[in-house]
C-alpha cells in the first residue's frame, strides 16, 4: 500500500481514473472490470482501460474523445463522494504551508467532512505523524474514512478518527498543530489551547465574515495565542492562445476565510497590538468576547490600557496611522 496515494503503472481495476472531453469537462470513474459508462456520445467500457497505460486517449462508441488520466489529489479532492462541504485545494495548501505541517507532526483535525483536507494533512505528516480527526456526525465520519480508504489503498496507519463533540472527547495528548473546519470554532479554543505546544499552530477554516470576526476576538481575548493572521484565497484562471492572453472569463467563488495563529509559552500574554481598534468595534451593539487590552472607550475593561502609548506608538507595518 503506497500512503502517498499515489499510484503508478497499468491502470487496474479498483482504481479511479479522470475523463476528460474536447471542452474541458471531466467525469471521474471507478474501474470495475466488465464496467460501462454510458455517455450521451455512447459508452465507454472499463476493460478497454484496464491493464492499459495512463495518460491514454479513447473514444466512445459515438465517436466522442476522451484524455483519461489517474487523479491527481486536488482531482480527487473535488470530485470524491461527499455528505459534507469540503476544504477545496487552494485552501488546503494554503493549510498546509502557513499551518507549517511537517513530516511526522502530531496534528487534530476538529471537522473531518468528507475527508478532503484529511487527505492533504495525511500525505504531509507521511507515516510517522499522527492525525487524530474528530466529527460530530458518524455519517459524514463513515465517508472520510471510505474516502481515504480508497485513495490510499487502505487504512492510513497514522490516521485515528473520533465520533464526538472535541470539548467533550478530546484527549490529552500534545499535539504540534490544530486544524479546526466546524461551525464555531471558538467554543474549542480553551481546549485546542491546553493541548498545544508552546509555538504550535493553530488553523481555524470559517465560511463567513462573522464567524471569522468571532474567532478572531476569542482568539484574542484567551490572551495566549499571537495576533491572528485572518485571510481570503482567491484564484484567477488565464486564457493564453497566441496573442490572445488575457484572465479567463470565470473564477472562483468564495469558499472561506483562514485564521492562522500560534500558541505562546504557559503563563505567557500576547503584547498589545499598537493600533488602536476602529472607534464603535467594541461598542454597545458589540456581543462577542472582549480583548483585556481595549480600552474601556472602545467597549473593553481598559485598566491597564496606556492610551498615550498606544497613540504614540508607530503605524504597524502596512497599516496606515490614525
Known amino acids: 500500500m503506497n500512503l ?36 450521451t456520445k455512447g459508452a465507454v467500457n472499463h476493460d478497454e482501460l484496464i491493464g492499459g497505460p495512463d495518460g491514454v486517449t479513447i473514444k466512445s462508441a459515438g465517436g466522442q474523445e476522451y484524455l483519461v488520466l489517474r487523479p491527481l489529489l486536488h482531482d480527487y479532492m473535488v ?16 493549510i498546509v504551508m502557513w499551518g507549517d505541517i511537517f513530516p511526522g507532526a502530531r496534528v487534530l483535525e476538529a471537522g473531518v467532512g468528507s475527508g478532503a ?96 470576526g468571532r474567532v478572531a476576538d476569542t482568539i484574542r481575548a484567551h490572551g495566549g495565542f499571537t495576533e491572528p493572521s485572518l485571510t481570503e484565497t482567491t484564484q484567477r484562471d488565464w486564457h493564453a492562445e497566441g496573442l490572445a492572453i488575457r484572465p479567463g472569463h470565470g473564477t472562483s467563488s468564495h469558499t472561506g476565510f483562514l485564521a492562522i495563529t500560534r500558541r505562546l509559552a504557559p503563563g505567557q500574554r500576547a503584547p498589545m497590538r499598537s493600533r488602536r481598534p476602529a472607534p464603535g468595534a467594541y461598542g454597545p451593539d458589540y456581543t462577542g468576547p472582549r480583548p483585556a487590552n481595549i480600552p474601556a472607550d472602545l467597549g473593553g475593561a481598559g485598566a491597564t490600557f496606556d492610551r498615550k502609548a498606544v497613540d504614540d506608538a508607530p503605524a504597524e507595518e502596512g497599516q496606515s496611522e490614525r
Open 79 to 94: 470530485a470524491m463522494p461527499r455528505d459534507a462541504a469540503v476544504i477545496y485545494p487552494k485552501e488546503a495548501a494554503q
Open 117 to 212: 483536507l484529511s487527505l492533504a494533512l495525511l500525505r504531509a505528516i507521511g507515516p510517522e505523524g499522527t492525525l487524530h480527526s474528530y466529527e460530530r456526525r458518524e455519517q459524514f465520519a463513515e465517508v472520510a474514512q471510505r474516502n481515504v480508504r480508497e485513495f490510499v489503498g487502505g487504512d492510513h496507519p497514522a490516521w485515528t478518527v473520533t465520533v464526538g463533540d472535541l470539548v467533550e472527547v478530546i484527549t490529552d495528548e500534545p499535539i504540534d498543530r490544530a486544524i479546526l473546519d466546524m461551525l464555531a470554532p471558538w467554543e474549542c479554543i480553551d481546549a485546542v489551547g491546553e493541548r498545544l505546544i508552546p509555538g504550535g499552530v493553530l488553523v481555524c477554516y470559517v465560511a463567513t465574515a462573522t464567524q471569522l
Open 4 to 39: 502517498s496515494g499515489v499510484r503508478q503503472g497499468p491502470l487496474q481495476a479498483g482504481q479511479r481514473v479522470t475523463l476528460t472531453d474536447n471542452k474541458g469537462r471531466r467525469k471521474s470513474i471507478l474501474l470495475k472490470e466488465g464496467g460501462v459508462w454510458h455517455t
